[in-house]
């Protein structure tokens, strides 16, 4: 779908009038008279075209004056489905802003992670997105804080200090200005309901959302200690900047175009200012931001996707909650079945994975952490030896920083770094980039599932290149209908 930029004010307004949600996240329509900022699908009465301008971000809008509308939430909406698709400065910037690196490391940090003066990204950043990242982090820590006010018994000082928050006063002062009125009245109006020693909240995703077969691919890899699934939810073990936590997610299926559906996310976090780094992590794994109607509109007239995507609408392509531990597992599914990556797994959970201090279930360790594997001996290892010399490398270079799997990560820089290191193939650099970067135009030839996909469906596994060609730039969610047949066989 176009971002704003590339779209007229005429048409935007079209967009409005039509109250369209699949533009919801993508612009927002701030309107002069009234002083309030809505997103498009808002069911408040049409204001005049004169009256309007449309921004690209929450934040733009708050810039120039406006407050969030208390009718529609335009800033609880699914974010924009461009910052996934783009590799620009400007969309790897906010995924990383998203997941609290301004409120964590500041505008600085955050430069530096994406590999500009910060005075340069702050010009992409108002170029494309109308505001700077000091703006865009304060858009996203008040999304944060009123999710909390409302869903939350929390106290108002642990909101603001787990939204990202430097002080109290911070907190209500930016409240009030976005959203004109105080956190007692939203408190109020909403009324919270979490139980005490965890945070709820629910994480908007668009529709049609193939929840079911979500479930299905994390629950067929889910690691013993650190994963655990059952019908509708899954969970799982968090090792995030200030602590361990866990999450469980209650997640439904709805494979109707129409209202925005919410997964429940129950956390269990040591320290509250990592509300916002778990729930970016969370929208990640689930692909929250994905525009489903988008890619089913790009396959409509394929004969191979189409029909796959017709059968199971919005499926979405398993993201994951960090990129070391994807990629530590790519390499030990290197040329083995699922189940036997899986067992390898739990063995490194139980001999090298940090225990839990307070154990939910059968969640009871973190996966082993980069800098922990990194100092094993290769021969040691549970895996044939020049695997286990690939695994060892790998986790070097991640725990010294050379290399970032994070979602603000050039794509191609990593690829290239991955495929630098002595045992890692185009199959696992190409894995790695599907799930850890979240790269939504990735395919994988080679891989055995499909190839069985592609006979099942009569078609020659040595045109699966070529094929390929034509599903771009959603080759990543070809890929992922492409597995799912498999398991309709």
């Known amino acids: 779908m176009p971002t704003v930029e590339r779209w007229d004010a005429e ?21 002069r008279t009234t002083g309030i900022y809505c997103r498009p699908s808002c069911p408040a009465r049409t204001p005049a075209f004169v ?33 996934d698709v783009a590799a620009t400065a400007a969309g790897r910037a ?40 000091l703006g865009l982090a304060r858009a996203k820590r008040a999304q944060t804080a009123r999710v909390l006010i409302e869903t939350t018994d929390l106290s108002y000082s642990d909101i603001a200090f787990a939204a990202g928050f430097s002080s109290i006063r911070q907190f209500n002062e930016t409240v009030r200005e976005v959203y004109a009125t105080s956190p007692t009245d939203l408190r109020g109006r909403r009324g919270g309901h979490a139980a005490t020693g965890s945070v709820t909240m629910r994480l908007a995703v668009r529709t049609p959302f193939a929840g079911a077969a979500l479930l299905d691919f994390l629950a067929t890899r889910a690691v013993p200690g650190v994963e655990e699934a059952g019908p509708g939810w899954y969970a799982r073990t968090l090792s995030l900047p200030h602590g361990s936590g866990t999450v469980r997610l209650d997640v439904p299926d709805v494979p109707e175009v129409g209202q925005t559906a919410f997964v429940t996310a129950t956390f269990a976090l040591e320290d509250l200012r990592d509300v916002a780094a778990a729930t970016e992590r969370t929208r990640r794994l689930l692909d929250a931001d994905c525009d489903p109607v988008a890619v089913a509109d790009a396959f409509a007239g394929d004969p191979v996707i189409g029909p796959l995507v017709r059968r199971t609408p919005g499926l979405r392509v398993p993201g994951h909650v960090d990129g070391h531990e994807v990629a530590v597992r790519a390499v030990l599914g290197q040329q083995v079945s699922v189940a036997g990556a899986r067992t390898v797994a739990a063995r490194l959970t139980v001999t090298h994975g940090e225990p839990l201090a307070h154990p939910a279930g059968e969640l009871t360790h973190l996966f082993p952490s980069a800098a922990v594997l990194a100092g094993l001996d290769p021969d040691d290892l549970p895996m044939p030896r020049a695997r286990g010399r690939a695994l060892v490398a790998l986790c070097e270079a ?15 820089g990593v690829r290239r770094a991955l495929l630098a290191i002595p045992g890692i193939g185009p ?36 045109d699966a290149t070529e094929l390929a060609e034509g599903w ?5 969610y070809a890929q992922l209908y492409l597995w799912h047949l498999l398991k309709e066989h």
Request: net charge positive.
């Open 11 to 31: 048409s935007c307004y079209r967009a409005v009038k039509s109250r369209d949600r699949r533009f919801d996240g993508v612009f927002y329509t701030a309107v």
């Open 51 to 83: 009256n309007v301008t449309f921004h690209p971000s929450p934040a733009s809008a708050q810039a120039a004056g406006y407050r969030a509308c208390k009718r529609c939430l335009p800033d609880a909406t699914p974010g924009s489905p461009d910052w």
């Open 94 to 133: 906010m995924r990383l802003i998203s997941d609290g690196v301004v409120d964590r490391e500041g505008v600085e940090g955050l430069a530096r992670r994406v590999g500009y003066t910060p005075r340069h990204l702050s010009r992409l950043l108002v170029a494309e997105l109308g505001a700077g990242a």
């Open 398 to 412: 991640l725990a010294s920083g050379d290399l970032a799997l994070d979602r603000g990560a050039d794509r191609d």
């Open 427 to 462: 199959w696992t650099a190409d894995y790695i980039a599907l799930r850890a970067l979240g790269h939504p135009d990735v395919f994988l030839p080679t891989d055995i599932g499909i190839r069985d996909a592609l006979v099942a469906l009569g078609r020659d596994p040595a």
């Open 472 to 476: 771009r730039p959603w080759r990543s």
